[in-house]
């Protein structure tokens, strides 16, 4: 079995890594698969936000996870039969994401009836996390939106000075 977690992952935050490392001990493994949503407007190009997501995982101390780029005029269907992935993972805050993931899940299995799509249940305590809510809380000053991302969603696993160095580089690219 191999499983793919696919996202803009802009900016990665607490609760992907959440799923990502669930994902990694339900299939001993996993592709984070970087997709571009043409409807979203990108800070950082797929080949930075590879970077540094690379970099937090590695901060975090989370293993087991191969990164790739989905080509741009390429349905995660068609990645799928290519790479032999088997399974889709989903993270699911609320009925909303549930909608819109089944949606998802429909067309891909009208594309490769092979490749089932797996949810997992958002932690509790990420429940309200996004990365669109983080972006909007970089209107904050820096400080107060670095102590107050550090009480809702504190990365498992990494120092306080990474943390700080995480928050910081979130607040000066989209805070801007």
Known sequence: MKAVYAGSFDPIHAGHIDIIRRAVRSFGGITLLFADNPSKTYLRGRNERVKWVREILNQ??????????????????DYCSKNGITHIVKGLRNGTDLESEMTQEWYTKKMNENVETIYFSTNEKYKYLSSSSIKALTKMNKQDFINYM?????????????MDDYLWTIHDVYGG
């Open 60 to 77: 975090a101390g989370v293993n087991g996870v191969t990164i790739d780029i989905l080509p741009t005029n390429e349905f995660l269907a």
């Open 150 to 162: 550090k009480k809702i969603a504190y990365i498992d696993g990494m120092s306080e000075e990474r």
